[in-house]
């Protein structure tokens, strides 16, 4: 699951799956968290991405059925044009953020990796961006 902790007034909350709600996290692996906004937030999951309203609670979840090729999200970066880039087990995925569609690359677009790590995701200031998998760097 998830915990979040508001600063200012101590206050502690906790997002976790819940049986039969489609609009909680996916599961309880999280493996990366994102902000998307001041109320959003991208959440990683062994079983989806999940964007997760931070007031209340509620997900939108994707899955191989909107495109991923994997349901284990392992790390993710944003890129310069706020893009999402996500590292899962079988290869990288791009969402388009704006259309929230999928743009899928695995070893036979030249990709080192098919599959990735965990928080193993970066964007250095030249817009290049780096992807940790089990074989290195793509």
Not at 80 to 86: D, F, K, P, Q, T
Not at 103 to 129: C, K
């Amino acid at each position: 699951g998830l915990l979040s902790l508001h600063i200012p007034s101590g206050e502690i909350r906790q997002f976790l799956p819940m049986p039969n709600d489609p609009k909680s996290l996916p599961s309880e692996r999280v493996y990366a968290a994102l902000a998307a906004s001041d109320k959003y937030l991208w959440v990683a999951t062994a079983n989806g991405l999940a964007y997760l309203d931070k007031k209340t609670g509620l997900s939108r979840v994707f899955n191989t059925n909107d495109g991923l090729p994997d349901n284990r999200i392992y790390s993710m970066a944003f890129d310069l044009e706020g893009e999402l880039w996500l590292g899962t087990g079988r290869g990288l995925s791009r969402m388009d953020t704006s259309t929230k569609a999928f743009t899928n690359y695995t070893q036979s677009d030249g990709l080192i990796n098919s599959e990735f790590n965990r928080n193993s995701a970066m964007v250095l200031d030249d817009g290049m961006m780096l992807m940790g998998g089990v074989s290195g760097l793509d």
